[in-house]
């Protein structure tokens, strides 16, 4: 949200004045409920695996979004952390790395909980724990001290989802497209 959505709605808001847009933070299942009640348009959603559910829902593919550890030291590994205390996000946010931890080898301590990255950099920076975090997080906030290192075989997978038969209405294509351009300028 922090990094595709402000410049995508900057763009909207110059192009197409009269759009107003509505902008929700909500959790992927929320958000895919609210597409499915009619009560948003679209949705950006990420998933952890290339399997995108058939549930009416059109998904499009916007990007990979790596995963990176983060601790206080170059170049670690989830298995380097086995033994460490552990800050994640709420419960229904951190299945994935409960997944890719195990697949590692150990079931990880988790000691803090939090879904503001401002605070689970924190205390990673002040040496409470280690924790994974997505690289779009990463570039709308990165603490002095934390040290990200990238899990090659962790990462999510950005989708726009919009419901119903298209074609979509105008406003929301007009999103669409300067989403799309958002995300083509990241680089």
Request: glycine share 6%.
């Amino acid at each position: 949200m922090s990094v595709l959505v402000p410049p995508a709605a900057m763009a909207l808001s110059q192009s197409y004045p009269n759009i107003e847009l509505h902008l929700t933070d909500a959790h992927p299942t929320v958000a895919l409920r609210r597409l499915r009640d009619g009560s948003a348009d679209l949705a950006i959603v990420h998933r952890y695996d290339d399997a995108v559910p058939q549930d009416g829902v059109r998904y499009s593919y916007l990007l990979d979004d790596p995963m990176y550890l983060l601790s206080r030291h170059p170049d670690q590994t989830l298995a380097d952390h086995r033994d460490s205390m552990w800050i994640a996000g709420c419960e229904n946010c951190r299945g994935e790395l409960l997944q890719f931890c195990e697949a590692a080898g150990f079931r990880p301590r988790m000691t803090y909980s939090s879904d503001d990255i401002v605070v689970e950099q924190a205390f990673v920076a002040a040496g409470l724990g280690v924790t994974t975090m997505p690289g779009l997080a990463l570039r709308s906030h990165h603490a002095d001290g934390v040290v990200a290192s990238e899990l090659t075989d962790f990462r999510r997978r950005i989708y726009l989802a919009t419901f119903g038969e298209p074609p979509d209405p105008p406003a929301t294509t007009a999103f669409i497209t300067a989403l799309r351009t958002a995300i083509d300028a990241l680089g």
